[in-house]
């Protein structure tokens, strides 16, 4: 793996000064990215089933340059092709999601799944190790089995630090269609994992058996209308999760009430505007991603033009709407023919719940700042990373005269896309997976 | 004679030294034994060296797979001796800490035990001055594997501590009670009862309860649905007058609870409840509790509730036990016979035969009769089985006849169920059912069924078939069945189909033993012999299984005389097979 070491300084809000810490030019395409909680961790996943984990370097070290850094702190293959034989298909090896736990020890947790299988690996240091053996001298020479004159007791010396990604549980055979979300419950001991038309709940401990919470599939699969694209459990409240649909709406559904969840408590979705009606409409309002706030009192959603902020407790409609590419609009039927449309945007919050970022196309990603409604592109790239350069917002002509410094839409290149970004849980540290390139952000501490 | 020990080396401590090494090799199944016979290491290193040196390593091995630390924390339960006896017992607990920590629950469980285990083996000086700082460290650890552990000890070492030890024990306790994470909580909530045990009963009333409040309103309805289990406990300890004023208002809340689990939890633990809070809040409380447990929104409760009802009826106090049931409970019963979910209806079914011995004759004839009829009729299998495989309960009370009406139509449907499994499972009742009906009504109606399954197109049928009729000839004798069965079963030796011909020998094996020798050796033995020329390999060797297995009842003559040319005649088959097993069945008839 090549390791760029990039660092610069650019501005991009007036109150921040934003750094690149790092770019990480990884084997695969990267599919999924997530902070632990502590932020400690930055965990990867991509096309070819491998998880790469980085670890921020920690404070006192002497190297001051490199305080703050990330770097590999683990990487392992996660899942491998398959061949599903019953159903004759091929099984992706492409890590979809992971999710951390909850530290529970000083070994790190998370699960990693790919369409169809979810796994939980330990990830733990090692730095001691067993020396002397009974059989064997120093050189590792077989002794005379008859000439033991005494037994040793190995003892265990001190050695370089090792870390090991071990598999600790498998939950597999429990979906049907592709997993799209899994989610660790506030309880710490159940997590839920989506597909297309289900949601199961998993006990961490058990693998042989889930249950069965939410199940769209119609009777008849020609009368299926909707898909679930996204599920997420409650940051707090363990009896709450919601899901969100390719129609748009978001179901906020309460364990306690039944063991099915069929029926949902709570159903948000923001009426139609019939003005702008099209073909595209429905395309266009499938939600590819949605995201609770750290506090448990609003969500976000992303489609494929905006990002909305909903307050849990109104349904009729969001309370923020932040346009993230409109100057898309008049292109949707270009987008639909290259498939872009059908592109599965991420979305996420920073630490305080008061900033919110997501991405979009030729590499740029936007923020958007709740309290000031301020908004901003930038650029995740290294041809625009010179060193000592500044990072310029960019900016989108959206029709008149382009001026200087502005893209016009027409030479956006629709490949560099950036759909997983990932904000650390306490400070202003972004991750921003751009195809093959992990790239790292930090407000520049002054 | 065992050699000397000297400068040549000692043969004997070759073996220990092989698994001294094996502790840490490669392969986890040789590490595992190794540490399964960590009792042989210890004794041949001798006490002291096992202090200072196994244990230290051991300390440090928690890096290793589960299934190898699960064994290390079960075998230091009993490691006593082997460190010194009871003077250096408190050597253990540095391993039995570290384990205590891990992430895997079944691990860090088994810990806990051992430590419980050997905290009874300190002296009150050593649980002092070693025991209870851990227990301490423990639950005032980072990581919250820890504190769950914690909360398994207090209940061991509390009884044996000084007063003001036992005030910081209390505290911890208290603390771990409002944990941060919602694990310990549960750990807390789930040792809350045995911990209100060993407490004096002030403690109980004055801390215990508050906690025992607290977890019971948790936001969390993972740990409420714990505080159910407390309550019981506590019920317990607490003299009658206490409950209504320290118990019941949780308990109350937890029956009406807005998550469903937490009243699954309640009506799991119905019959417990009811056992520890006395006749009188039964009548008045539990009663109209169980009522809407019985008629809950949410199925699995219903269902868990419809499980306890015999046993919640049995326990009503005699004098006014009747009158409960048939003006408070029978209601809601009739009402769960026609119930949406099937879980409810067959977890009913399994239990709703039991009231009648409760209610007695003319009580079960008019009030629960038509109850069992309708759910002999009902559309999903698993309640026509729970009812049919509860029967017995129905006939001492009024005689099976009175079903038997209903019943038969529902087991040939049972009989002929396209699903196997359900085939399965009415082939297991048939000798009980045989027992009740007599064998008159079961010539006349179920007879042809148990042939019927002998040719079944599922092998797990036709296998289940064949134990059951040797079931049935166990039950009914040997002259029942050399006129019913035997006959039947040898008609099909000549059969065209293989399958059927080799269920002949599958059941001429399992039939031989209860038929006796003369059946065996006049009417079974010929129809094996004449089969070992069939054309198809599968069956001439399972002539070679059955001889075997019938040898030991033929007599002696017949062995020698018609069996041995036949098993020496297949020991020379063309087939492999066919070779082999008449060679084993020569060896183990001694015939070779």
Same mark, same amino acid.
């Given at each position: 793996?090549l390791?760029?070491?990039?660092?610069?300084?650019?501005?991009?809000?007036?109150?921040?000064?934003?750094?690149?810490?790092?770019?990480?030019?990884?084997?695969?395409?990267?599919?999924?990215?997530?902070?632990?909680?502590?932020?400690?961790?930055?965990?990867?996943g991509?096309?070819?089933?491998?998880?790469?984990?980085?670890?921020?370097?920690?404070?006192?070290?002497?190297r001051?340059?490199?305080?703050?850094?990330?770097n590999?702190?683990?990487?392992?293959?996660?899942?491998?092709?398959?061949?599903?034989?019953?159903?004759?298909?091929?099984?992706?090896?492409?890590?979809?999601?992971?999710?951390?736990?909850?530290?529970?020890?000083?070994a790190?947790?998370?699960?990693?799944?790919?369409?169809?299988?979810?796994?939980?690996?330990?990830?733990?240091?090692?730095?001691?190790?067993?020396?002397g053996?009974?059989?064997?001298?120093?050189?590792?020479?077989?002794?005379?089995?008859?000439?033991?004159?005494?037994l040793?007791?190995?003892?265990?010396?001190?050695m370089?630090?090792?870390v090991?990604?071990?598999?600790?549980?498998?939950f597999?055979?429990?979906?049907?269609?592709h997993?799209?979300?899994?989610?660790?419950?506030?309880?710490? %001991? +159940? &997590?839920?994992?989506?597909?297309? /038309? $289900?949601?199961? !709940?998993?006990? #961490?401990?058990?693998? @042989?058996?889930? *249950?069965?919470?939410?199940?769209?599939?119609?009777?008849?699969?020609?009368?299926?209308?909707?898909?679930?694209?996204?599920?997420?459990?409650?940051?707090?409240?363990?009896?709450?999760?919601?899901?969100?649909?390719?129609k748009?709406t978001?179901?906020?559904?309460?364990?306690?009430?039944?063991?099915?969840?069929?029926?949902?408590?709570?159903?948000?979705?923001?009426?139609?505007?019939?003005?702008?009606?099209?073909?595209?409409?429905?395309?266009?309002?499938?939600?590819?991603?949605?995201?609770?706030?750290?506090?448990g009192?609003?969500?976000?959603?992303?489609?494929?033009?905006?990002v909305?902020?909903?307050?849990?407790?109104?349904?009729?409609?969001?309370? %923020? +709407? &932040?346009?993230?590419h409109e100057? /898309? $609009?008049?292109? !949707?039927?270009? #987008?639909?023919?290259? @498939?872009?449309? *059908?592109?599965?945007?991420?979305?996420?919050?920073?630490?305080?719940?008061?900033?919110?970022?997501?991405g979009?196309?030729?590499?740029?990603?936007?923020?958007?700042?709740?309290?000031?409604?301020?908004?901003?592109?930038?650029?995740?790239?290294?041809?625009?990373?010179?060193?000592?350069?500044?990072?310029?917002p960019?900016k989108?002509?959206?029709?008149?005269?382009?001026?200087?410094?502005?893209?016009?839409?027409?030479?956006?290149?629709?490949?560099?896309?950036?759909?997983?970004?990932?904000?650390?849980?306490?400070?202003?540290?972004?991750?921003?997976?751009a195809?093959?390139?992990?790239?790292?952000?930090?407000?520049?501490?002054? | 004679?065992?050699?000397?020990?000297?400068?040549?080396?000692?043969?004997?401590l070759?073996p220990?030294?092989v698994?001294i090494d094996?502790?840490?090799?490669?392969d986890?199944?040789?590490?595992?034994?190794?540490?399964?016979?960590?009792?042989?290491?210890a004794?041949?290193?001798?006490?002291?060296?096992?202090?200072?040196?196994?244990?230290?390593?051991?300390?440090?091995t928690i890096?290793?797979?589960?299934?190898?630390?699960?064994a290390?924390?079960?075998?230091?339960?009993?490691?006593?001796?082997?460190?010194?006896?009871?003077?250096?017992?408190?050597?253990?607990?540095?391993p039995?800490?570290?384990?205590?920590?891990?992430?895997?629950?079944?691990?860090?469980?088994?810990?806990?035990?051992?430590?419980?285990?050997?905290?009874?083996?300190h002296?009150?000086e050593?649980?002092?001055?070693?025991f209870?700082?851990?227990?301490?460290?423990?639950?005032?650890?980072?990581?919250?594997?820890?504190r769950?552990?914690?909360?398994?000890l207090?209940?061991?070492?509390y009884?044996?501590?000084?007063?003001?030890?036992?005030?910081?024990i209390?505290?911890?306790f208290?603390?771990?009670?409002?944990?941060d994470?919602?694990?310990?909580?549960?750990?807390?909530?789930?040792?809350?009862?045995?911990f209100?045990?060993?407490?004096?009963?002030?403690?109980?009333?004055?801390d215990?309860?508050p906690?025992?409040?607290?977890?019971?309103?948790?936001?969390?309805?993972?740990?409420?649905?714990?505080?159910?289990?407390?309550?019981?406990?506590?019920?317990?300890?607490l003299?009658?007058?206490?409950?209504?004023?320290?118990?019941?208002?949780t308990?109350?809340?937890?029956?009406?609870?807005?998550?469903w689990?937490?009243?699954?939890?309640?009506?799991?633990?119905?019959?417990?409840?009811?056992?520890?809070?006395?006749?009188?809040?039964?009548?008045?409380?539990?009663?109209?509790?169980?009522?809407?447990?019985?008629?809950?929104?949410?199925?699995?409760?219903?269902?868990?509730?419809?499980?306890?009802?015999?046993?919640?009826c049995?326990?009503?106090?005699?004098?006014?036990?009747?009158?409960?049931?048939?003006?408070?409970?029978?209601?809601?019963?009739?009402?769960?016979?026609s119930?949406?979910?099937?879980?409810?209806?067959?977890?009913?079914?399994?239990?709703?035969?039991g009231?009648?011995t409760?209610?007695?004759?003319?009580?079960?004839?008019?009030?629960?009769?038509?109850l069992?009829?309708?759910?002999?009729?009902?559309?999903?299998?698993?309640?026509r089985?729970?009812?049919?495989?509860?029967?017995?309960?129905?006939?001492?009370v009024?005689?099976?006849?009175?079903?038997?009406?209903?019943?038969?139509?529902?087991?040939?449907?049972?009989?002929?169920?396209?699903k196997w499994?359900?085939?399965?499972?009415?082939?297991e009742?048939?000798?009980?059912?045989a027992?009740?009906?007599?064998?008159?009504?079961?010539d006349?109606?179920?007879?042809?069924?148990?042939?019927?399954?002998?040719?079944?197109?599922?092998?797990?049928?036709?296998?289940?078939?064949?134990?059951?009729?040797?079931?049935?000839?166990?039950?009914?004798?040997?002259?029942?069945?050399?006129s019913?069965?035997?006959?039947?079963?040898?008609?099909?030796?000549?059969?065209?189909?293989?399958?059927?011909?080799?269920?002949?020998?599958?059941?001429?094996?399992?039939?031989?033993?209860?038929?006796?020798?003369?059946?065996?050796t006049?009417?079974m033995?010929?129809?094996?012999?004449?089969?070992?020329e069939?054309?198809?390999?599968?069956?001439?060797?399972?002539?070679?299984?059955?001889?075997?297995?019938?040898?030991p009842?033929?007599?002696n003559?017949?062995?020698?005389?018609?069996?041995?040319?036949?098993?020496?005649?297949?020991?020379?088959?063309?087939?492999?097979?066919?070779?082999?097993?008449?060679?084993?069945?020569?060896?183990?008839?001694s015939?070779?």
């Open positions: 793996m390791i760029l070491n990039i660092k610069l300084f650019c501005s991009y809000m007036p109150q921040f000064n934003i750094w690149i810490l790092f770019s990480f030019h990884l084997a695969d395409i990267i599919s999924t990215v997530e902070f632990n909680y502590s932020g400690d961790l930055l965990a990867t991509d096309k070819g089933g491998r998880v790469v984990i980085f670890q921020r370097e920690q404070e006192g070290n002497n001051s340059h490199s305080r703050g850094e990330y590999v702190y683990s990487t392992f293959q996660s899942h491998e092709p398959e061949f599903d034989y019953l159903k004759s298909l091929e099984i992706e090896e492409k890590i979809n999601k992971i999710r951390w736990l909850p530290q529970q020890n000083a790190h947790f998370l699960l990693s799944t790919n369409d169809k299988t979810i796994k939980l690996w330990k990830i733990s240091e090692r730095d001691k190790r067993a020396e053996y009974n059989l064997k001298d120093e050189n590792g020479r077989l002794r005379d089995p008859f000439r033991i004159t005494s040793r007791v190995p003892v265990l010396k001190p370089d630090l090792m090991e990604a071990s598999p600790r549980r498998i597999a055979n429990a979906h049907t269609y997993i799209n979300s899994i989610s660790v419950n506030s309880d710490h %001991e +159940t &997590y839920l994992s989506a597909d297309d /038309l $289900r949601i199961n !709940l998993w006990h #961490l401990e058990i693998t @042989d058996r889930s *249950f069965n919470i939410v199940d769209i599939k119609p009777a008849n699969m020609e009368e299926l209308t909707e898909v679930i694209t996204a599920a997420e459990c409650h940051p707090n409240q363990c009896n709450v999760f919601v899901y969100s649909s390719s748009g978001i179901r906020l559904c309460d364990m306690r009430a039944s063991a099915l969840c069929d029926r949902h408590s709570k159903f948000f979705e923001e009426p139609e505007d019939p003005s702008s009606r099209s073909f595209f409409s429905e395309i266009i309002s499938s939600i590819s991603d949605v995201k609770f706030s750290h506090s009192r609003y969500m976000m959603t992303r489609d494929y033009l905006s909305k902020v909903w307050d849990l407790n109104m349904e009729s409609r969001p309370v %923020e +709407t &932040y346009q993230v100057y /898309l $609009r008049s292109k !949707l039927c270009s #987008l639909y023919e290259n @498939d872009c449309i *059908f592109d599965k945007f991420e979305c996420c919050w920073n630490g305080s719940d008061n900033a919110i970022m997501t979009s196309y030729n590499n740029f990603f936007r923020m958007f700042d709740r309290n000031t409604r301020r908004d901003i592109t930038l650029e995740a790239s290294r041809e625009s990373s010179k060193p000592r350069a500044i990072l310029k960019r989108v002509c959206t029709g008149g005269k382009r001026k200087k410094d502005e893209i016009s839409v027409d030479s956006l290149d629709f490949n560099k896309k950036i759909l997983h970004t990932a904000w650390h849980p306490k400070e202003n540290i972004i991750a921003v997976a195809t093959n390139n992990l790239y790292i952000f930090q407000d520049k501490i002054n | 004679m065992s050699k000397m020990a000297g400068a040549d080396g000692d043969d004997s070759y220990i030294a698994l094996e502790l840490r090799n490669e986890v199944q040789l590490r595992l034994n190794s540490i399964k016979k960590l009792s042989t290491i004794l041949a290193l001798g006490v002291e060296r096992t202090r200072t040196e196994l244990l230290p390593f051991l300390t440090d890096y290793d797979e589960d299934e190898v630390l699960l290390l924390a079960e075998q230091l339960g009993s490691f006593t001796v082997l460190v010194g006896g009871p003077e250096y017992v408190h050597c253990l607990l540095p039995l800490e570290s384990l205590a920590t891990v992430e895997e629950t079944v691990v860090r469980d088994k810990a806990v035990e051992s430590l419980r285990k050997i905290s009874h083996e002296s009150p050593d649980l002092e001055a070693h209870e700082p851990l227990v301490k460290r423990l639950a005032s650890g980072d990581w919250f594997t820890s769950t552990s914690a909360c398994g207090f209940s061991v070492c009884p044996r501590v000084s007063k003001s030890t036992k005030s910081e209390r505290q911890h208290r603390t771990l009670c409002s944990d994470t919602p694990m310990v909580r549960r750990a807390a909530a789930s040792k809350l009862g045995e209100a045990k060993v407490l004096e009963l002030e403690y109980v009333k004055s215990l309860i906690l025992f409040a607290a977890l019971a309103s948790d936001e969390q309805d993972s740990v409420r649905l714990l505080a159910v289990e407390a309550c019981v406990s506590i019920a317990q300890l003299p009658q007058e206490d409950l209504e004023k320290l118990v019941m208002p308990l109350r809340q937890a029956t009406e609870d807005k998550s689990r937490v009243r699954y939890m309640v009506a799991d633990k119905f019959s417990e409840l009811q056992k520890a809070v006395g006749p009188e809040i039964t009548e008045n409380d539990l009663v109209p509790s169980f009522q809407n447990l019985l008629k809950d929104c949410e199925a699995e409760v219903r269902a868990a509730a419809a499980n306890k009802v015999k046993e919640f049995e326990n009503l106090p005699a004098d006014s036990r009747e009158t409960i049931i048939m003006n408070s409970i029978l209601p809601c019963v009739k009402e769960l016979v119930d949406t979910n099937q879980h409810v209806k067959s977890a009913l079914a399994s239990v709703i035969m009231l009648s409760i209610l007695g004759k003319d009580n079960t004839i008019e009030h629960l009769l038509p069992f009829l309708a759910q002999l009729k009902d559309e999903c299998p698993e309640v089985l729970n009812i049919i495989s509860n029967l017995d309960c129905v006939n001492e009024i005689g099976i006849r009175q079903l038997s009406q209903s019943l038969l139509p529902a087991i040939v449907e049972l009989a002929e169920d396209a499994r359900v085939r399965l499972a009415i082939i009742y048939m000798p009980l059912l027992g009740q009906l007599g064998m008159e009504f079961f006349e109606k179920l007879n042809s069924l148990c042939m019927a399954w002998l040719v079944d197109h599922v092998y797990a049928i036709r296998e289940a078939a064949t134990c059951n009729l040797m079931k049935l000839v166990e039950r009914f004798g040997a002259s029942w069945a050399q019913t069965i035997v006959p039947k079963v040898l008609g099909m030796a000549s059969d065209p189909n293989y399958l059927h011909r080799m269920t002949t020998l599958f059941c001429i094996s399992a039939l031989s033993e209860a038929c006796g020798q003369e059946i065996t006049k009417q033995l010929p129809i094996v012999l004449k089969m070992s069939d054309q198809v390999a599968n069956v001439r060797f399972n002539v070679a299984k059955s001889l075997q297995k019938i040898g009842v033929l007599e003559s017949a062995l020698q005389a018609e069996v041995r040319p036949v098993l020496e005649k297949l020991a020379t088959d063309q087939d492999m097979d066919v070779k082999y097993f008449a060679q084993e069945a020569m060896t183990v008839l015939l070779a």
